[in-house]
């Protein structure tokens, strides 16, 4: 486990950006029964999600993040001098999507400018670079950003992934704040378990084919998905989490020297209702301090911390808060953190 811990550095504003195209699940009844959908929603708590329009994509969601959070907190661009972009759908292979918002946003060309290639997690650990280039003496501000277009790469054809993931995009300021405290991070990685979400084909271990781009049924169920759509063994992934972000948290809590007393909010992973409310009841957290869009949203992977912050803490985070945010999931990757804020300004969110 990697220990982080950073003093007077804070998150300025936060904006998000999902797209308009709203999927109201219980009548996204194409491919199955409205009973086998009526029990896929009541099971995992999903009402409602937004899918990206043809040709939509995560930068365009995280662009019209990063204009509002511009706009609304009067920053000049100047002042950006990392840019990085958290995201498992970029635009393209190459070059690196940061590289294209970069440009599209106006920053200047002295501004550096990166991805980070990770899913439920991603945020935290962006985040932690983040608040580690942040703390560099010559940095002004960081700006974070982090979309998914989820909806693009599970089969609905799959009733185990069809109903779930929904597209969205965040952007964030980052900057050293004199008096907002300490900040604790802890990164963990397990890849052994990296074949429990996965997408086998299209990237260079197995190439796009005429075969990888094929309808298969894949299950005695009768679920059916290419090689290039997502798959997830759901039962393994939940005994992942109840094995290991109990433990993770406690460790972290030890590390950072405080107790779940001391939290305003927690933020967890919008894994599903289902694992939410396990957590809930593992920590004997009160329902009311875990804000959640897992019905609004579904799970928007990395970006379903910062898109629950944006949409449910509006108008709560005045004056000095402390914020216990937990994403886990593909690779395996579980991270957790605890962050400090002081009038946090988090801008409406953007339809697109």
């Known amino acids: 486990m990697a220990n982080l811990e950073f003093n007077d550095i804070g998150i300025l504003g936060m904006a998000g950006a999902v797209p308009e195209n709203k999927i109201i699940n219980r009548e996204y009844t194409e491919h199955f029964a409205k009973e086998a959908v009526d029990e896929i929603v009541d099971k995992t708590g999903v009402e409602e999600r937004r899918f990206a329009l043809e040709g939509q994509t995560a930068s365009d969601l995280c662009y019209a993040a990063a204009e509002k959070l511009i706009e609304d907190n009067e920053i000049d661009k100047s002042e950006i001098d990392i840019l990085l972009f958290v995201s498992q759908t970029p635009d393209y292979r190459m070059p690196a999507t940061s590289l294209c918002l970069q440009h599209r946003l106006g920053l200047a060309k002295s501004t550096a400018a990166f991805d980070i290639n990770l899913g439920c997690s991603g945020f935290v650990y962006g985040l932690s670079v983040a608040y580690a280039y942040a703390n560099m003496p010559g940095v002004n501000k960081v700006m974070l950003l982090d979309g998914e277009t989820r909806s ?201």
């Not at 799970?299 to 108008?315: A, F, R, Y």
């Open 152 to 352: 693009k790469v599970y089969s609905p054809k799959d009733r185990k992934t069809g109903f779930i993931f929904g597209d969205a995009g965040v952007a964030a300021i980052i900057q050293k704040q004199e008096g907002v405290g300490k900040s604790y991070f802890s990164l963990n990685s397990d890849g052994s378990k990296s074949d429990l979400i996965k997408i086998d084909a299209g990237g260079y271990r197995q190439p796009s084919s005429l075969d990888t781009v094929k309808e298969k049924v894949v299950d005695k169920n009768g679920n059916i998905r290419t090689d290039e759509q997502g798959y997830m063994n759901g039962a393994d992934v939940f005994n992942f989490v109840l094995r290991e972000i109990p433990k993770n948290s406690k460790q972290t809590l030890k590390f950072a020297d405080k107790s779940l007393e001391d939290f305003d909010y927690f933020v967890f992973h919008q894994a599903n209702k289902f694992m939410n409310d396990y957590l809930i009841k593992k920590f004997k957290l009160n329902s009311a301090q875990v804000p959640s869009t897992i019905s609004k949203y579904g799970n928007t992977s990395s970006v379903s911390i910062p898109i629950t912050i944006v949409d449910q803490l509006k108008e709560k985070l005045e004056g000095q808060k402390q914020l216990f945010l937990c994403g886990f999931g593909v690779g395996m990757s579980w991270a957790t953190s605890f962050i400090p804020t002081h009038n946090l300004k988090i801008s409406d969110i953007v339809e697109i």
